[in-house]
């Protein structure tokens, strides 16, 4: 099983950026697709990107599209979501998820992922 650790996260103003990080260990990491979920108050936890070990294959919510990028590293066991043009309804606590690869459009969107970080809030400003 891979342990998952996320940092970046902190208090922005609407329109400004933030990277957010997820150091893995563990396990073999190139085994896992990584992905980034998001829960603000009140609200289920949602997906929001997803990204394969290799190709790479890359899924977005549609909510995110066009501001927030995923990216790997694999030699540094690492996951990154860098975040432009924040909402205030950006504001959420972001976990970092390990979970199987996939094909197919959308479909990290659809499968489990089992192994969580303990989340990072980010708090965006209006």
């Known amino acids: 099983q891979v342990q998952l650790v996320e940092s970046g996260g902190g208090l922005v103003q609407a329109g400004g950026s933030l990277r957010l990080s997820c150091a893995a260990s563990?396990?073999?990491?190139?085994?896992?697709?990584m992905g980034w979920f998001r829960q603000a108050p009140g609200k289920e936890r949602e997906f929001v990107a997803a990204i394969s070990s290799s190709d790479p294959k890359i899924d977005y919510a549609d909510f995110v599209k066009g501001r927030f990028s995923i990216s790997r590293d694999n030699v540094k066991k690492m996951v990154y979501l860098q975040m432009n043009s924040l909402k205030s309804e950006d504001t959420a606590v972001y976990y970092c998820?390990?979970?199987?690869?996939?094909?197919?459009?959308?479909?990290?969107?659809?499968?489990?992922?089992?192994?969580w970080g303990q989340g990072t809030q980010v708090t965006v400003s209006s």
């Open positions: 563990g396990s073999t990491f190139t085994n896992y697709a």
């Open positions: 998820a390990a979970g199987p690869q996939c094909s197919g459009d959308d479909c990290y969107k659809r499968i489990i992922f089992a192994s």
